[in-house]
């Protein structure tokens, strides 16, 4: 990590660079004409939402906050507030290291959450309980993001990414209200969209007092989309910080209630889509030839998809039984356990001797997180289709803890030298081990740009 937190920002000023205007004040032309365009669609989709919510069941949870009517805060005197988005459980995950950090140093900055997903309302107020409020993000909608900051008046807005809302950031221009960016990363599919709306995207960049990037080339990339150089760090991410390390202690309770064999292997395909379980059991049932103790875990990304898997594998004859049907007094033995549970994946990872991390196998993929498993201290291993993990990937491979398989049989292959290694599986547990404590502390130092910035 580097780039110490300004004693005395520039950016604290609120945006006060001024952008320079496109030429012909093409640019201005152009957000004024999206602003208008937004207040009309606004007349259109408010009630278009709201039919869809009444009978998908889809985004009803708090249905009035994705119109702006999120909680109307109440400040002290001379109070400052933080306005944290973050979009899903990921995010979450990683602003509440940083959350705690600033609610410990600093307790009477006033702290709200929002978040776009249900998976992330419920890990907000999990992971997140002393924020002063936690609710959806308004839509990006002209109407909707003035009426939410007229309620909340933040001091600072910090996005947990790049996914920019340019309502949102055109707004807090207007009110002279600094946005700032932290684990930010731009995918080479983003960097092509913001490139096609360039002359927006500069002058709304330029109004960040902080744009925090996971490496050198998201530093480059935001750089060259026009953030001024002088206010883009690189920050690291403070995923490292959020990860839960499960004890030795827990992680033999755990086996035994799995009823996993002591003496036995587990393999944890996590955050499996479609079409992956069929690859992971095919490879599986080939390593039971070799290995007949060996356990697998399937957890699916999404719990709606049990049903499905569960068919496939009647369907194949294949044994298995479901983790909330596991009978704590049944005798061990090596077994398929399907995860219809929620939050235990972390957890799951702890009694793997070598975990498979989905979502990557089939295109367009993308990746889930790998750092779980390497935070259990496990070597992992994902398919070629993780373009939004790309970094952390290439950072595992050269370090030996991070394996590409992309079929039945490489990851039969792959999952069997792993295992025949004896001698090799304990080092690389403790050169994982050893990469994420190496990796720890962005969090401490996001907390200090966020306290800079609201001097």
């Known amino acids: 990590m580097n780039g110490k937190p300004p004693a005395k920002q520039p ?76 979009l899903s459980l990921g995010e979450v995950n990683g602003a509440a290291p940083v959350l705690k950090i600033l609610r410990d140093k600093r307790p009477h900055i006033m702290i709200v959450v929002s978040v776009t997903t249900d998976a992330g309302y419920d890990a907000a107020h999990r992971l997140i309980p002393f924020a002063d409020h936690i609710f959806f993000h308004p839509l990006d909608c002209w109407p909707f993001i003035n009426r939410a900051l007229d309620r909340i008046k933040p001091d600072l807005y910090v996005l947990t990414d790049t996914g920019f809302w340019p309502s949102m950031l055109m707004n807090l221009k207007d009110r002279r209200i600094p946005p700032m960016v932290f684990n930010g990363r731009i995918s080479e599919k983003s960097q092509a969209r913001y490139k096609r709306v360039a ?178 201290c496990k070597p992992v291993l994902h398919g070629p289709y993780i373009e939004n993990n790309q970094k952390i990937a290439s950072e595992l491979k050269a370090q030996g803890l991070a394996f590409t398989v992309s079929d039945d049989q490489t990851l039969f292959a792959a999952v069997r030298k792993l295992l025949l290694d004896t001698d090799e599986l304990p080092k690389l547990q403790e050169k994982a081990n050893a990469y994420v404590q190496s990796k720890r502390g962005s969090s401490l130092e996001i907390a200090k740009y966020i306290v800079a910035i609201l001097k």
């Open 199 to 376: 002359a927006m995207v500069k002058p709304l960049l330029q109004s960040f007092a902080v744009i925090c990037m996971q490496s050198e080339r998201g530093r480059t990339t935001i750089q060259n989309l026009g953030a001024p150089p002088n206010r883009v760090r690189i920050v690291g991410d403070t995923k490292f910080d959020a990860l839960q390390i499960v004890s030795a202690s827990e992680r033999v309770r755990l086996r035994e209630r799995f009823r996993f064999p002591p003496d036995g292997q587990v393999l944890v395909a996590g955050s499996t889509h479609a079409g992956e379980e069929k690859i992971c059991v095919e490879a599986y049932l080939k390593l039971r030839r070799k290995f007949p103790k060996l356990s697998m875990v399937i957890a699916p990304r999404r719990l709606e998809r049990v049903g499905e898997i569960v068919k496939f594998l009647i369907k194949e004859n294949v044994k298995f039984v479901l983790r909330s049907q596991i009978d704590p007094r049944s005798k061990p033995m090596a077994n398929i356990v399907v995860l219809d549970t929620l939050g235990e994946l972390t957890k799951v990872y702890a009694i793997a001797d070598v975990a498979f991390v989905g979502r990557s196998l089939n295109a367009p993929g993308g990746g889930h997180n790998l750092l779980e498993p390497v935070a259990q």
């Open 11 to 86: 950016a604290n000023t609120r945006g006060t660079e001024a952008p320079k205007k496109a030429k012909g004040g093409q640019a201005d032309k152009k957000i004024a004409f999206l602003k208008i365009v937004s207040k009309v669609a606004a007349l259109v989709i408010m009630p278009a939402f709201t039919m869809h919510s009444l009978f998908t069941g889809k985004k009803w949870r708090g249905l009035k906050d994705h119109f702006g009517w999120v909680p109307l805060v109440e400040k002290k005197p001379g109070q400052k507030l933080v306005w944290m988005h973050a």
